[in-house]
C-alpha cells in the first residue's frame, strides 16, 4: 500500500470511530476541540489501527494523536514506514 493509500486507510477508519463524513475532517482538524472525541475514541481508534496495520502502538503516543496528521505520524513510525 502506498503512503497516499495508508493515510487514506487511517483517515477512514477515524472517520468510522468519529462518526463523521471524510470530507468533514482536515489533516490538522483536532480531533477532541474540532470534533468532539472523547478518551475512549481515541483508544477505539489506536486499536483499529493496531489490527489494520498489525502494529502494536505505545498508548504514550495518544498524545500527539490529535489530529490526522498526528496520527498517521505515529503509525508510520511504529511500522517503519519510509518517510517521503
Known amino acids: 500500500m502506498t ?13 468510522e ?6 470530507d468533514e475532517v482536515t489533516d490538522e482538524g483536532l480531533f477532541n476541540e474540532e470534533y468532539g472525541a472523547d ?11 493496531e489490527r489494520e496495520f498489525g502494529v502494536v502502538i505505545d498508548q504514550a503516543e495518544l498524545a ?3 489530529n490526522l496528521r498526528g496520527v498517521y505520524d ?3 513510525e ?5 518517510k517521503q
Do not use: H, P, Q, Y
Open 3 to 15: 503512503t497516499d493509500g495508508n493515510f487514506a486507510k487511517i483517515k477512514e477508519i477515524v472517520c
Open 17 to 22: 470511530i468519529l462518526e463523521l463524513e471524510e
Open 39 to 49: 478518551s475512549l475514541r481515541a483508544i477505539e481508534i489506536l486499536g483499529s489501527l
Open 64 to 66: 500527539r494523536m490529535t
Open 74 to 76: 505515529v503509525v508510520a
Open 78 to 82: 511504529t511500522a517503519g514506514w519510509a
